[in-house]
């Protein structure tokens, strides 16, 4: 590819610091943008308020500048974002591919005892649909993306590749079900967020952890909806905590340690499976940018 089209792209969320395993996200974002001649960009994730810890952005940006890992422009805050993602929801909505949606998770709940076993996706429940043809009189609280079409043949299955997995397949309606986009709380979901600023930003590569990789068919399905181009993916492998869980504050994961960045950056390229010799930090990127160019051959 011409290398000066490859846009790549680091999003983290600012829950905590930069961990063992976010760094991995981070370090192969930053090798495959390197490797293609690219840019690399920042974006912080900032979307879900209650979540975020204040002063986290900062330091994962200092964070990274520790292990030499500098964006190609200043960082965008989805938190500045919120007129894009009102455009592209109204587009959905006036396409008729978004819908108002009533339903406590209570009510949900309730719906789908009424008809048989609750399906559930971890924490998650599949939406039954309820608010699909109307509100009927209820009252609006968050806004849902239809995952099939009127017609039961239309439903939505999207196939994608992963440069890494492989060919991937996900019959949205029944694995997922009508998602949020716009939550009851006001809050912009993640899934509409991300689509709309990988668009924005000219993303052509998207390159993060293992565990999102089953957000993507949803984002496809709305790129597809709003005509937005989908980038190429890869999905790396997760650190795993103690528990045999994706490392995560919960199970033990601490703040990456800035007076070592080399031998954070070394754990990393480990669990990439690249091996890496180089102590010092520009003799470490420079080799890990050459064994990473090696891998796409
Ligand atoms: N903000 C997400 C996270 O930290 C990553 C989103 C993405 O890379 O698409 O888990």
Request: glycine share 8%.
């Amino acid at each position: 590819m011409n290398a000066a089209s490859y846009v790549g792209r680091f999003a983290p969320s600012p829950t905590g610091p930069l961990h063992a395993g976010s760094l991995v996200a981070a370090l192969a974002s930053w090798l495959d943008a390197r490797a293609h001649g690219g840019r690399w960009l920042l974006r912080i994730e900032d979307v879900d308020t209650p979540r975020c810890v204040p002063g986290a952005d900062t330091l994962i940006i200092a964070q990274l500048a520790a292990c030499g890992l500098h964006a190609d422009e200043p960082p965008l805050w989805q938190s500045t974002r919120g007129a894009a993602y009102q455009n592209a929801l109204d587009r959905l909505l006036a396409a008729g591919w978004a819908y108002p949606c009533s339903c406590t998770r209570r009510d949900i709940d309730q719906a789908l005892r009424a008809r048989g076993t609750p399906k559930t996706r971890g924490a998650e429940l599949v939406y039954p649909g309820t608010c699909r043809d109307g509100l009927h009189g209820r009252t609006a609280r968050a806004v849902r993306m239809r995952t099939s079409l009127s017609a039961p043949e239309e439903e939505c299955e999207i196939e994608w590749h992963d440069r890494r997995l492989g060919t991937q397949r996900q019959r949205l309606s029944d694995a997922v079900g009508d998602f949020v986009l716009k939550r009851a709380d006001g809050l912009w979901a993640y899934q509409l967020a991300v689509v709309v600023d990988d668009a924005a930003q000219g993303i052509t590569h998207v390159v993060r952890g293992e565990d999102l990789a089953d957000n993507t068919p949803r984002q496809i399905l709305l790129q597809r909806a709003l005509g937005l181009p989908t980038p190429s993916y890869l999905h790396t492998p997760l650190v795993l905590g103690a528990d045999g869980e994706k490392l995560s504050k919960q199970n033990g994961a601490t703040a990456l340690d800035l007076r070592d960045p080399v031998s954070a950056l070394q754990d990393a390229a480990r669990v990439l499976g690249l091996a890496v010799a180089a102590v010092d930090l520009n003799g470490f990127l420079a080799e890990a940018v050459h064994a990473w160019q090696c891998t796409l051959a």
